[in-house]
């Protein structure tokens, strides 16, 4: 069975500074992997996906994430992060046929000026 | 604009009083989802549907309804809720086609509260 564990409920940085958000998955079959953002009062936003081919996936507002299968990993990271990037990051797997997503926990990222 | 609705945004009832929070979208979606968002837990599927009178459980199915009549509608519907249903629900909807992981979209959820 599919999992996802994402490593910190809260990550604070200033802005400007590096934003890494950690994701590690759980799959008996070539994953296919996404990370969500959630702002505020609002639904979620795919910032990216990897499906097959390239492992370094570029996204939304700057964003990107790298697949790395020998670490079962799939870290969200964005060079200077911006005031508006405060948000809860969600990473999801699919599972089986139907396309169902396995979400993590979530992990809220907070952007100190 | 493309997009998937819910209705009521935030609700607050009491124990078994049945209630239906609907969803809609605009996009022609085949597939359509229900998850429940909890701290600490993530987004969990509770329903989904690949298609008009197509519907299945999810991981935490117990005490939801849903149905699908028509390909834009996926209500889901508490027949008696319960204060452990108190919680923020999000539907989304998404293409099936020859790739089953589609971006999925998302309605902009549904706080409930269970007195």
């Known amino acids: 069975a599919q999992s996802v564990t994402q490593l910190g409920s809260h990550v604070s940085v200033s802005e400007g500074a590096l934003v890494l958000l950690r994701c590690n998955y759980s799959?008996?079959?070539?994953?296919?992997l996404f990370w969500y953002v959630q702002y505020p009062n609002q639904g979620l936003q795919l910032l990216l996906k990897?499906?097959?081919?390239?492992?370094l996936v570029k996204g939304i507002n700057g964003f990107e994430a790298e697949f790395k299968k020998s670490e079962t990993s799939f870290h969200l990271t964005k060079p200077s992060a911006h005031m508006s990037d405060a948000a809860e990051y969600f990473c999801?797997?699919?599972?089986?046929?139907?396309?169902?997503?396995?979400f993590g926990q979530g992990t809220t990222l907070q952007v100190k000026p | 604009e493309a997009q998937v609705t819910q209705n009521p945004r935030y609700l607050i009832t009491v124990t078994g009083k049945k209630l239906t929070v609907t969803c809609s979208q605009n996009?022609?979606?085949?597939?359509m989802s229900w998850y429940r968002q909890d701290p600490g837990l993530g987004l969990r599927q509770i329903y989904y549907?690949?298609?008009?009178?197509?519907?299945d459980k999810g991981d935490v199915p117990e005490g939801y309804k849903v149905s699908r009549k028509e390909k834009r509608n996926f209500p889901l519907i508490l027949e008696s809720p319960s204060p452990n249903q108190t919680s923020l629900y999000f539907c989304?909807?998404?293409?099936?086609?020859?790739?089953?992981?589609?971006?999925?979209?998302f309605g902009p959820g549904t706080r409930l509260t269970v007195l």
């Open positions: 989304a909807s998404r293409r099936v086609g020859p790739s089953s992981y589609n971006e999925q979209f």
């Open positions: 799959s008996s079959v070539p994953p296919y």
């Open positions: 990897y499906t097959t081919g390239a492992t």
């Open positions: 999801a797997v699919g599972s089986g046929n139907t396309g169902k997503l396995i």
């Open positions: 996009m022609n979606h085949e597939y």
């Open positions: 549907s690949m298609n008009v009178e197509v519907t």
